[in-house]
């Protein structure tokens, strides 16, 4: 085995916790630290993890080869930008920034230092995820469910960056179009930001998507269903479970069957999966699966959509 690869995370609340975790686990990887505003809480993962607890990210600078940040959105750019000047991978949480000019300053400084930027959309390491992408050639229409309830973190950012970009990068990656028309509506709940909405996106090439995304629901679903010529595919992410529906002829029959089916699928856990990639891309020089450039793509669309909300709100 070659030397281990050094890597630290800064920002250890609820999901840092478990990237420092997981890294601990892997072989090929030493977890240098943890860093968190809290020492508290920076004490108490490092203990966990067996490994430094640090006061602020900067104090990591220097002693990793990489790094994960996970802190709130409107401080990616702050946080980020030390490591990458000095040519430290980073697997940075999603959205990539608050803003789109933040997340071009943060591909920027990546491209610029040759370094491996990978951004965290979990769900695309989601086994179904996977399965669903080389099943679906030509979507035409889609229909993706993000519902959940209230917690008190991430309210730093709208519901449409904390959980609707989730689908809006699924969304994006199966269609490859460009979008040619944003409808939106939303509205807060519990928060100051918008906590829930539904957009319909159009693309150049006829697909029409409509997601709806709630963190003030009583339920939790996390669902895609895509529709294709003669072809029908739902994906339950929670339960890493697809469905499929198409029409096989009946030969001396008026109409075809219509074919049930439930596709197995090993189920993964994307985290794991997700870290594990960040690695084998520092490690190999791999292009990550979500690179900067895709996440900005993402940030931007969401932001599209929030203008969209923002704008009908101001006419009531």
Sequence with gaps: MGKKLRVGVVGVGYLGRFHGLIYSRMPDVELVGVADIDEDTASRVADECGCRAFE???????????????????????????????????????????????????????EQAGIILQIGHLERFNAGVMVLAERIG??????????????????????????????????LSLVKSEITSISAVGTPVLTSHVDIANAR????????????????????MRRIRVFAENRYESLDF??????????????????????????????VKPLDAELAAFVDSVRNGKPPLVD??????ALEVALRVREEILNRLDRF
Aim: hydrophobic residues 45%; charged residues 25%.
């Design 56 to 110: 602020s990210g900067r104090s990591l600078v220097g002693l990793v080869d990489a790094v994960s940040v996970v802190v709130p959105t409107t401080a990616h750019l702050t946080e980020a930008r030390p490591f990458l000047q000095q040519g430290v991978h980073m697997l940075m949480e999603k959205p990539i920034a608050a803003t789109a000019e933040e997340g071009l300053e943060i591909v920027h400084l990546a």
């Design 238 to 267: 929670i339960e890493q479970r697809i469905e499929t529906a198409y029409p096989r002829p009946r030969p001396g029959k008026a109409w075809p069957e219509v074919v049930m089916e439930r596709v197995d699928i090993d189920p």
């Design 201 to 220: 996106l159009e693309f150049a090439n006829g697909t029409v998507a409509n997601v709806i995304a709630s963190r003030v629901s009583e339920k939790t």
């Design 292 to 297: 900067g450039r895709v996440g900005q793509d």
């Design 138 to 171: 030509k979507p035409r229409f889609i229909e993706a469910h993000r519902m959940s309830g209230f917690v008190a973190r991430a309210t730093d950012v709208d519901v449409v960056s904390d959980l609707m970009i989730h689908d809006i990068d699924i969304i």
